[in-house]
């Protein structure tokens, strides 16, 4: 829900742009999201190659750490 209000934002914002600069942000945008997901792809393989047996704990000790962040905060 978060991404839906911060694109409906940034919508708003670029709506109010004339037809070149919304053709230049969109650009801008467009060229940073996509060497952010290269980076996150090119991270992915090296460290999905090294950590391929150990995902599954990995994966399950992120989520653990998550909920216990959340009871705790949900307390205080």
Known sequence: ?????????V???IAEYGL????LAA?????ITFFICYGGLA???????KLAGKAG??????L???G???FITSWF
């Open 11 to 13: 919508g708003f914002t």
């Open 20 to 23: 070149l600069e919304a053709i």
């Open 57 to 62: 704990i990995l994966g399950g000790v992120i």
């Open 43 to 49: 991270i992915g393989k090296k460290a999905g190659t």
């Open 1 to 9: 829900m978060a991404t839906s209000i911060d694109a409906l934002s």
């Open 68 to 70: 216990l962040e959340i």
């Open 27 to 31: 650009m801008i945008i467009a060229g």
């Open 64 to 66: 653990i750490f998550i």
